[in-house]
C-alpha cells in the first residue's frame, strides 16, 4: 500500500487503524498524518490512527493540510518531524499526494536538491513538476 519514496520515507493513501500493525511489521517506526479531520465521510478519525500507533509501538505527528496548499508552518513542522524521527516513516493524506508534496517542500526547506526531489516523486509514482518553482524558491536555488 505505501509508495516508498526512499529508505526514509513512504507516502499512502488514507490508512485505516487495523493497517497500523502491518506498517510495524513492515518496519514503519512513525506515521505522519496530513489529512484534515473530516475531510471524506467515514475516514478515521486522527485518535484513531494515533491509538492504534501507539498500541503498535510507533510514533504519530499531525501536519494536517487542506487541498488548498502548504503553509510555512506546515513544511517547517514536517521538516522537524522527519528530523526528529530514526527510521522509516510513513505519511499519509486522502490519495498521499498531499504527503508526497509536503515531504519535497520539507526536504528542499532543508537544502534537499529540487531536480532530485522531483525524480524521487516520480519515482514514486507523484509528478512533483508543478511545485518545482516552489521547491527551487525553498532550496535557494
Not at 505522519?32 to 475516514?43: A, D, M, T, V
Not at 494515533?50 to 513542522?77: D, H, K, N, R, W
Not at 519535497?104 to 511545485?131: F, M, N, Q, R
Request: contains cysteine; hydrophobic residues 45%.
Amino acid at each position: 500500500m505505501p509508495n516508498k519514496i526512499d529508505d526514509r520515507i513512504s507516502v499512502a493513501p488514507q490508512i485505516r487503524p487495523e493497517d497500523v500493525p502491518a506498517l510495524a511489521a513492515a518496519g514503519f517506526v512513525h506515521i505522519i498524518n496530513n489529512r484534515p479531520e473530516g475531510e471524506e465521510f467515514g475516514q478515521p478519525t486522527g485518535a484513531e490512527i494515533a491509538e492504534a500507533a501507539e498500541a503498535a509501538g510507533l510514533g504519530y505527528t499531525a501536519i494536517p493540510v487542506t487541498p488548498g496548499g502548504f503553509s510555512m508552518a506546515q513544511v517547517e513542522a514536517m521538516a522537524e518531524a522527519l528530523a526528529s524521527v530514526d527510521g522509516p516513516v510513513l505519511a499519509y493524506c486522502r490519495s498521499g499526494t498531499r504527503s508526497c508534496n509536503l515531504w519535497a517542500l520539507a526536504t528542499a526547506y532543508k537544502g534537499g536538491e529540487p531536480d532530485a526531489l522531483v525524480e524521487k516523486g516520480a519515482g514514486a509514482g507523484y509528478d512533483l513538476s508543478g511545485i518545482r518553482p516552489a521547491l527551487a524558491q525553498l532550496a535557494g536555488k
